[in-house]
Every structure is written in C-alpha cells, then in structure tokens.
C-alpha cells in the first residue's frame, strides 16, 4: 500500500490594533526554523525555542505598546499563534489528536498535555518566584497560554513539577508545549479520518 502523502499546513495571519499590529507565519511541518521579532527579548527566546523544539517554521512579528508595558504584546502575540496554529490545523483529518511531553530543564521539570479537541480549557499550575525575566513578566506565562489555548479551541494542561529557577521553569513550559502540540499534530495514514466519533473537531 502506498504510503499517503500530506501536504504542508501552513498559515498566516496578521491583526493590528491601537495596541499592537502581529504577523504570523508558521508551518506545522517544518524543521524548526524561526524568526521571532516582538521587542519582548524573553519572549522571543521562547518562541524561538517553541519552534525548534516543535519542529515548526516560525516567523513573528510584533510591535506594541511597550511604553505602557508588556501586557498587550505578550496577550496578543499567544491570540495570533493560538488562532494560526487553529488554521493550520485544518480540518484535522488524519492528526494524533492527542500529545503530552516531560521536558526537564537542569533542576525544573514542566508536564504538557494537549487535545486538539476544538474545545478550549486550560489547566496551569506554576508558581514563580520572580516578577520578571528579562524584559517580561512572569505572571504573563499563565496569559499567553491560556489566550493560545483560547483561540487554538483546545485542552492543555501545564504544570511544573518542580524547580527552583524561574527562566528555566518557563523554558522548559514552552519546550513542552511545543512537544505535545506536535506530537498531537502529527497526521498518519493509519490513524482515523476523523479522531472523534462526533465526526469533527
């Protein structure tokens, strides 16, 4: 039997507010690589980590309010990625559905679960112990999050297992997000058409 061949999902979107103005690029069946301009320089560290450990070709693009702070930019960039990753997805035939990852970083240990259900809960469970890393605010993690699980329509869970070091908990969050959505993505020829026996996700 010849194996099936999928094409690249690939989306973009863009949105411009009194807030912010974002482009998105990404392809789910990349290689990892990626262009992460947001002004927020942790944020773009895990983006750009987001990306090579997910295997997706990643390019963003962001200017906001900064002088106000980094509310708006962070919020808007996790809206845009959430709802690029939903279109790119399609229609979901042929997908895992289902993806999980344990992604150690030195001391921190972070969990991610994720079903790309086209239903939207977010489960997290970190504590940090700094306000800020970098030029971002730690209680913006939990945010950006939970807007892309939003406008993803999807089931994650996050926690950290344990750790100290509040950059390493963070990285190792995105490193695992990033890991469960592509194993979640993953098309196969064997699996079912539709992994849902509503028919439709």
């Not at 890991?179 to 996700?201: D, E, F, V, Y």
Request: glycine share 6%; aromatic share 8%; charged share 25%.
């Amino acid at each position: 039997m010849a194996a099936m061949l999928f094409e690249d999902r690939i989306a973009e979107r863009s949105r411009i507010t009194r807030e912010t103005d974002v482009s998105i690029r990404l392809n789910l069946d990349g290689s990892g690589h990626y262009h992460n301009e947001t002004s927020v320089g942790f944020l773009d560290h895990m983006l750009d980590l987001f990306a090579r450990h997910g295997d997706f070709d990643l390019e963003v693009r962001c200017k906001g309010d900064l002088h106000v702070d980094d509310h708006h930019t962070v919020e808007d960039v996790g809206i845009m990625l959430g709802q690029t990753v939903r279109e790119a997805l399609g229609d979901k035939a042929f997908i895992t559905r289902y993806g999980h990852a344990f992604v150690p970083m030195d001391e921190s240990l972070a969990r991610a679960v994720i079903d790309l259900s086209g239903r939207f809960a977010l489960h997290f469970d970190a504590d940090f112990s700094r306000a800020k890393v970098g030029d971002m605010s730690t209680e913006l993690v939990r945010h950006f999050w939970y807007s892309f699980a939003e406008h993803a329509t999807c089931t994650l869970h996050i926690s950290v297992l344990h750790g100290t070091n509040t950059h390493h908990k963070i990285e190792a969050i995105f490193k695992a997000v990033a890991r469960a959505l592509k194993m979640a993505s993953i098309r196969h020829a064997g699996n079912a058409a539709m992994p849902s026996t509503k028919g439709s996700l």
